[in-house]
């Protein structure tokens, strides 16, 4: 890949002198869905597929950026004017990250020449917007000798997300992303970022990512909403007892407390975000313990309660979850990442895999005419220059 992204380098900007290559992985979440932002545990793992990036510096205060997967995208801005531009805009991710970066009191004594390209599925909940920000921190801190953390990049490319891309997503993609390890899944508590690496021991099975394919362009503003919903809920819950975040509480305290929420909604969304994180944290159990089937339990829970109580999966997402927990070798399926769309992870056999494939594309193409994309997961480590 890197001779490739040399060449293509070359190709766009003339010469490919003292270009480097750099890498930064997307994410899968096990388990721990849209609770980053109420204070919860969640469980993802880097991917080996992602983001590449060429750069090199400039002499003047350029920036140039361009992107094998877009065509026609070149395009150049002076390094003091990055003002997000219209949303959807794939350069206000690179943008948002030079703005967060100076913002941190850090100066880029010049500009630079950018390419890009990413082997992720686009819009398919794999956070190839998350795997862009932290690669151009990344890119940012290695060619300007700049001293930030990995945590640093997360919480920047968080940033980008927030003020230059308008969705308000909690920490977990980028922090997985940042600080990815091969076959380990994070255990991150999204209250205070303390971490604790866990092994994806999964003997005899594998995580299988199955793309919906399904066009999921509300997202976005879905997604603000729930967020609304849930602060909505903490405020009702905070009449009643003292607590910061929704995952503050378990289960039983949320069953007697819960009443204390005005709207249904917000009920429905807080009782998820509650459920969620004692999933998660059994979940870990699991899989310290090689308690696979239990593991795969919750990963069919966390879809049940994201389908009725969060309502961010959908028919599509919901037939395709069903299709794969039902076949044989399943041990549990669900809907990952932000909803509406995306992907399904499974825990399936080794042997099955091939069946597992074959009938859940033939199932869901039936109930939905649309064709599945399939990926045997490799979890992977965070950003590496080559
Ligand atoms: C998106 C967001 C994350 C997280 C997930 C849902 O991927 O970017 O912060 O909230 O949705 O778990």
Not at 159 to 171: D, F, P, Q, R
Not at 197 to 218: M, Q, R
Not at 335 to 363: H, M, W, Y
Request: hydrophobic share 35%; glycine share 10%.
């Amino acid at each position: 890949m890197k001779k490739k992204m040399l060449a293509e380098f070359e190709k766009i900007y003339g010469d490919s002198q003292g270009a480097k290559v750099y890498f930064a992985p997307g994410r899968v979440n096990l388990i721990g869905e849209h609770i980053d932002y109420n204070g919860g545990y969640v469980l993802p793992c880097a991917l080996t597929l992602g983001t590449y990036g060429a750069a090199r510096k400039r002499e003047d205060q350029k920036i140039r950026m361009a992107s094998l997967n877009i065509e026609n995208s070149l395009v150049e801005l002076d390094l003091n004017q990055i003002e997000p531009g219209p949303q959807g805009d794939w350069t206000n991710y690179v943008k948002g990250v030079v703005a967060g970066i100076r913002a941190r009191g850090f100066e880029l004594e010049s500009g630079l020449d950018l390419l890009f390209f990413g082997d992720l599925p686009g819009g398919a909940g794999l956070s190839s917007s998350a795997s862009l920000e932290v690669l151009t921190g990344f890119i940012l801190r290695d060619i300007f000798a700049l001293d930030l953390t990995n945590v640093d990049l997360a919480l920047i490319g968080q940033e980008a997300e927030h003020n230059y891309c308008g969705v308000n997503c909690g920490i977990m993609d980028q922090f997985a992303v940042a600080m990815g390890q091969k076959d380990q899944a994070i255990y991150l508590n999204t209250a205070d970022l303390s971490y604790q690496y866990v092994p994806a021991k999964l003997e005899g099975y594998k995580l299988v990512l199955t793309n919906s394919k399904a066009k999921h362009s509300l997202a976005d503003s879905a997604y603000n909403e729930r967020r609304k919903e849930c602060q909505m809920a903490l405020k009702d819950l905070q009449v009643v007892m003292g607590i910061e975040e929704l995952c503050q509480l378990d289960p039983e305290t949320f069953e007697t407390y819960g009443k204390a929420i005005k709207e249904e909604e917000a009920y429905l969304r807080a009782r998820h975000a509650v459920g969620e994180n004692a999933r998660t944290k059994e979940a870990v159990k699991c899989l310290s313990q090689g308690r696979l089937e239990d593991f795969g339990k919750l990963l069919n829970a966390s879809h049940k309660s994201l389908s009725e109580d969060y309502q961010v999966t959908g028919e599509i997402m919901d037939a395709l979850a069903e299709a794969g927990q039902k076949q044989e070798g399943v041990l549990g399926s669900r809907i990952t990442g932000g909803g509406f769309g995306g992907c399904t992870v499974s825990l399936v056999k080794d042997q099955c895999i091939p069946a597992f494939q074959e009938n859940v594309a033939r199932e869901y193409e039936e109930k939905t005419g649309l064709k599945a994309d399939f990926y045997v997961v490799e979890i992977g480590g965070g950003p590496v220059v080559y």
